[in-house]
Nanobody, 117 residues
Framework: QAQFVQSGGGLVQPGGSLRLACSAS????????LSWHRQLPGKARAVVAF????????EYITALKGRFTISRDDAKSTLYLQMNNVLPEDTAVYYC??????????WGQGIQVTVSS
């Protein structure tokens, strides 16, 4: 059974750091395009960053550039989102997604990140 299990969320102060992780099993992680999405309070879920199959290309929404870093470790079948200098407006539920070369998308269960002092 394909699974994408998230970890690392929680409460962090403005200006602080947090690392989210998604551990994959049951599907071909290394051949999947991976992405992070977030759902802000009262808003629809939206993509915020993605990384290509070989990890050579990453893209971010403007609000995250220079603060967040998406990365992947294919040997560990794990996707990361390093969040630095977080802002209150980063408060959201964060989701990871694997877009397989063949087969359905695999979503993580979602994890809450709250930025507050």
């Amino acid at each position: 059974q394909a699974q994408f299990v998230q970890s690392g969320g929680g409460l962090v102060q403005p200006g602080g750091s947090l690392r989210l992780a998604c551990s994959a099993s049951g599907f071909s992680f290394s051949t999947s395009v991976l992405s992070w999405h977030r759902q802000l309070p009262g808003k629809a879920r939206a993509v915020v960053a993605f990384i290509t199959r070989n990890g050579t290309k990453t893209e971010y929404i403007t609000a995250l550039k220079g603060r967040f870093t998406i990365s992947r470790d294919d040997a560990k079948s794990t996707l990361y989102l390093q969040m630095n200098n977080v802002l209150p407006e980063d408060t959201a539920v964060y989701y990871c997604k694997a877009s397989q070369a063949a087969g359905p998308d695999i979503w993580g269960q979602g994890i809450q990140v709250t930025v507050s002092s």
